[in-house]
């Protein structure tokens, strides 16, 4: 797609904006406050999500362009961080990719492989099967408070001013059906042209460190760093020194299955990881050791302190 037919795409969809009258709230469910008005001043208008397809910046929406275009429900869901049942204002995922993405990718986004980054460094990769299946949605406002939201996560962090969540009874498993809280960026993107030192380039397709470096993939990267490359919640595990050089490979494993034994930390237990995982992890960060890549090692070496991530 050339640039021009995107900046075509742009002004398009620009006219259909002001052609339209702007949606009127969907019906609320019984018990929900329908009068929202007393409570806009608190949303951020003018905060906002940009659009990346392959490292390039598609365009970036406000949230008042998105509300103008999208009509918000009122999502009610068990939410596993809360810990409670929630509900929030928000606009379905569905709408939202398709006016992010106008014009500008051919075919069905649900073919495209996602990445969902955060404010705070968490990046999450998603397939677009899994992020259109129906029921995931961002979130713009805590519907349980005038104009503020409930503290989330063990910091108690903000999660303004987009969280994502996801509205059926069945999607509340955190490793399936993540929930980036301060989204920022919505890309469509392979995971290896994304993080392409976390691959083991060495290992044969099919073996134990292949297979780690898959389940690392879909569930630790959103939070772990592998040479620089990664989430920033939880500690780089390769440079300057590979986890498997300090640490030992029982404690790893009994670590990364219920960290919550050794102390009371962000990272979540993975109970349902099998040993036979475990093992592949492992191999897998056994094998980036003969990979390390570390862009950052001589800006720290010359500083002489460790850069701030
Ligand atoms: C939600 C974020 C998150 C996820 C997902 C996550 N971790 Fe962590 N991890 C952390 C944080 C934060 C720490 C730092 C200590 C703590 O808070 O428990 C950590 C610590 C660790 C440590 C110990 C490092 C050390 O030297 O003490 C290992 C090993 C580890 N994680 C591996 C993994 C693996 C493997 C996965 C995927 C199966 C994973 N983590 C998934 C956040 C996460």
Redesign the pocket.
Known sequence: MSRSRIVIAIAFSTSVLVACPPPRRAPTEPGAPTAPDAREGAIDERATIEFRLEGRSVRTLTLRALRERIVEEVVSNFDPYYGRDKRFRALPIERVLAIGFEGSVEGPLATRPFVLRARDG?TVPLSGERLLEGGGYVAFADDEHAGRWDPIG?RRSDPAPFYFVWKQPTQIN??THPRPWQLAVIEIARYESIFPHTVPTRAAEGSPARRGFA??AR??????AVNREG?R???E?NVPQN?TE??PVEQ?RA??RN??T???????A?LH?SDRELDD?VAY?TAMREEKFDPDAQRAADAGYARDP
């Open positions: 968490y063990p955190l490793e389940t690392f569930e630790c990267v959103r939070c772990h989430g919640i939880g500690p595990l986890i300090y640490r790893i670590y990364i960290p919550l050794f102390r009371y930390g962000a990272m979540p993975h990881l992890l960060f």
